[in-house]
């Protein structure tokens, strides 16, 4: 059972572009974390918001928490090739005992 | 602090036999996770460790799977006559109970391919 939900599940952009990544659920989440994942390693964290309606700004990354704590973004101004990769959002259970991986959105930033 | 470290990085076995991966935490952290990851999916839950105790199992982890966390500390998962799709990225992670910033940190994973 996939709880999160991903959208776009694929992004091909020029470089210097924006774009924005949402994570959707039904389900309350005590928090949400946001990972980049490159071929054959292990997750990367990038961000934890807690607090409904929470943004987070990570140099040219933005990270919103929904004010239901439902559902989040990841906005990228002026995306660069280094961004690319597999963006992944993560919500952890209200009993804090799990987490739940979206579908993932893999996206290649062309030079 | 050298992150979360995991053995082999990659495995090559036929179908049948066993194979056993390790996950050494960071030190500190005292809640350990294994989740499963096949090619362009998100990470799916396996089974996950506070200390040495095994709190939560996920249904995808058969009779044929196994996870050991004997002092707190490393753990070991065991695949059972090992069946072709199980072949998947193994990735262990951990965490430090900080309340609602519990905030997991991933190794690099374990590559396993079943011939």
């Known amino acids: 059972t996939q709880l999160l939900e991903q959208s776009p599940q694929f992004l091909s952009i020029q470089e210097g572009e924006n774009l924005t990544v949402y994570c959707n659920s039904s389900s309350v989440f005590s928090s949400l974390q946001w990972y980049r994942q490159e071929p054959g390693e292990g997750p990367v964290l990038l961000v934890t918001?807690?607090?409904?309606?929470e943004v987070k700004k990570l140099k040219r990354l933005t990270f919103q928490f929904g004010d239901a704590r439902k559902d989040s973004s990841l906005h990228i101004t002026a995306a660069q090739p280094g961004d690319t990769g597999l963006y992944l959002c993560a919500g952890a259970a209200n009993t804090g005992n799990q987490f739940y991986f979206g579908t993932g959105t893999s996206l290649t930033v062309i030079p | 602090d050298t992150g979360v470290s995991q053995d082999p990085r990659h495995k090559i076995t036929k179908r049948g036999q066993n194979v056993t991966f390790r996950c050494d935490p960071i030190s500190e952290h005292n809640r350990l996770y294994w989740y499963r990851q096949t090619l362009g999916q998100g990470p799916e839950f396996l089974t996950y460790?506070?200390?040495?105790?095994?709190?939560?199992k996920s249904r995808l982890l058969s009779d044929r799977f196994s996870a050991e966390r004997p002092k707190g500390s490393f753990s070991t998962l065991e695949i059972q006559r090992t069946e072709q799709g199980d072949s998947a990225m193994y990735l262990c992670a951990s965490s430090r109970t900080s309340g609602r910033r519990d905030t997991q940190y991933f190794g690099p994973g374990t590559r396993l391919t079943v011939l």
């Open positions: 460790f506070q200390n040495e105790a095994q709190l939560e």
């Open positions: 918001v807690v607090t409904g309606g």
